[in-house]
């Protein structure tokens, strides 16, 4: 992979939350216009990875450079502008909000707008079914659209996105499935996810982390071939 493939590299990265030490050397490359996956078990780390690419938890040490810019030390504002998106595992919408208000206020160039708009329909034609209704009466896997459509109003570089399959029902994750092997057409993304399965259908690359540490990263097909590699690190 050459250096201009390379959307986004963590190097040794550490990480505090207050006096605990979560991160102790996370090391992570995403390839431009790929899916990558962060696997791992319940606290091993790999939300607080993201949160620390987003500049919501300072990294401690190590670095961290997207496309070409060393963001370690960046403020979450500055790394938005640079074209990152984070949907966090809460979906964090504005519940007493429409659809149209949600995706309004997110929306950095007024310009492109509709374009935009067209394309979140496209991808989940629900949100332009309800995009006047208050947002608090969607379900939970209408609720995940509009966290990702939020994300997706903008023509960002990079989406990362916690856990997207958590809670929601075997078919509406299928549909999800669809849905983001779509997106990642439209800009690459960096994932965490739980669910083996989708994980599996949507991503190209994969890193796995142990106890707050990177331990082993391989592509799609690697992980498909060693069944020792699930073994050891999924308990699959």
Not at 46 to 55: A, E, V, W, Y
Not at 204 to 211: A, G, Y
Request: net charge neutral.
């Amino acid at each position: 992979m050459s250096n201009a493939d390379v959307l986004l590299e963590l190097k040794a990265v550490e990480t505090f939350i207050g006096q605990y030490h979560i991160l102790f050397g996370v090391d992570l490359v995403v390839e431009r216009g790929k899916a990558t996956i962060i696997l791992g078990r319940n606290g091993a780390g790999k939300t607080t990875t993201l949160r620390t690419i987003m500049g919501l938890g300072r990294a401690s040490a190590g670095s961290i450079v997207f496309d070409g810019k060393d963001i370690t030390q960046s403020h979450t504002h500055h790394i938005v502008k640079e074209g990152v998106s984070y949907v966090p595992e809460d979906r964090d919408i504005f519940s007493q909000l429409t659809i149209e208000e949600n995706l309004h206020i997110t929306s950095r160039n007024k310009a492109n707008y509709e374009e935009r708009l067209e394309f979140i329909f496209s991808m989940f034609p629900d949100m332009k079914k309800y995009f006047k209704k208050k947002s608090r009466v969607l379900s939970g896997g209408q609720a995940q659209m509009l966290s990702i459509s939020r994300a997706l109003i903008n023509e960002n570089k990079l989406m990362m996105i916690d856990e997207p399959s958590k809670g929601l029902a075997p078919i509406i994750i299928r549909d999800l499935i669809v849905r983001m092997n779509e997106i990642k057409k439209d800009t690459t993304v960096l994932m965490v996810e739980q669910n083996y399965e989708m994980a599996l259908a949507i991503g190209d690359h994969f890193c796995f982390i142990e106890d707050g540490k990177t331990v082993f990263a391989c592509d799609k097909q690697t992980l498909l071939d060693d069944e020792s590699i699930k073994t050891r690190y999924l308990g699959v």
